[in-house]
């Protein structure tokens, strides 16, 4: 379990690693902190998005959409390599997922079989 970065620190991390960023709108703001507080932070978590270009994936993951409002992450790689941030603070990512995969992050132990595909 580790204490989120902050904004500030997630963006020199990012930069350090020679990562070009592109910084959408008041994403250090952006957030559904609202819902509950962010952390402890357990793992990563790696999910696509289907769109067609660039800007519209950064539309979709920033604003949401009917039913999952944004961001839906912190961070969007777009073909090109640079990183898109979008939000920081809790986000809705991919929807609940799998409570048994989160209980095996959390204990650093394997994921279990897929059962809910």
């Not at 998005?49 to 039913?67: C, E, H, L, P």
Request: charged share 20%.
């Amino acid at each position: 379990m580790a204490t989120p970065l902050t904004a500030a620190q997630f963006l020199a991390a990012l930069k350090a690693e020679g990562v070009t960023v592109v910084e959408v709108g008041d994403w250090k703001n952006h957030n559904r902190n609202a819902k509950g507080p962010w952390g402890p932070v357990h793992g990563v978590m790696i999910h696509h998005t289907v769109t067609k270009g660039t800007a519209n994936t950064v539309k979709i993951v920033r604003d949401g959409y009917a039913g999952l409002p944004g961001p839906l992450c912190h961070g969007m790689i777009a073909k090109d390599g640079r990183v898109h941030t979008v939000g920081w603070g809790r986000a809705n990512h991919a929807g609940l997922g799998d409570p048994d995969v989160l209980s095996a992050v959390i204990a650093e132990r394997r994921p279990p079989v897929d059962n809910e595909a």
